[in-house]
Nanobody, 112 residues
Framework: QVQLVESGGGLVQPGGSLRVSCAAS???????MNWFRQAPGKAREWVAQ???????IYADFVKGRFTISRDNTKNTVYLEMNSLKPEDTAVYYC???????WGQGTQVTVSS
């Protein structure tokens, strides 16, 4: 089964930018991919999706600030995050459609 490994998280100041990555152990070229996030004490929530054909959709709370992209040659999906806010602090996860086992996620902390 394909395994997912997220990376690229860190500490960033409000208004800053960060790019997180999701590397899959197998081919994902024909698969729709999602990013999710989970803040402390809250349920995991959907953030963005990129289709196998490249079409993109976003949750309203990140629209205009985050950009999802993919590189099928590297079996990797990215989430470029700009104008970050403290409320974006969360562990970020990727997953396929349909879902497979979750990876460990990558922590993003937005704080001054």
């Amino acid at each position: 089964q394909v395994q997912l490994v997220e990376s690229g998280g860190g500490l960033v100041q409000p208004g800053g930018s960060l790019r997180v990555s999701c590397a899959a152990s197998g081919s994902i070229f024909s698969v729709n991919m999602n990013w999710f996030r989970q803040a402390p004490g809250k349920a995991r929530e959907w953030v963005a999706q990129i289709g196998s054909g490249g079409n993109k959709i976003y949750a309203d709370f990140v629209k205009g600030r985050f950009t999802i992209s993919r590189d099928n040659t590297k079996n990797t999906v990215y989430l470029e995050m700009n104008s970050l806010k403290p409320e974006d602090t969360a562990v970020y996860y990727c997953n396929t459609v349909p879902r497979i086992a979750w990876g460990q996620g990558t922590q993003v902390t937005v704080s001054s």
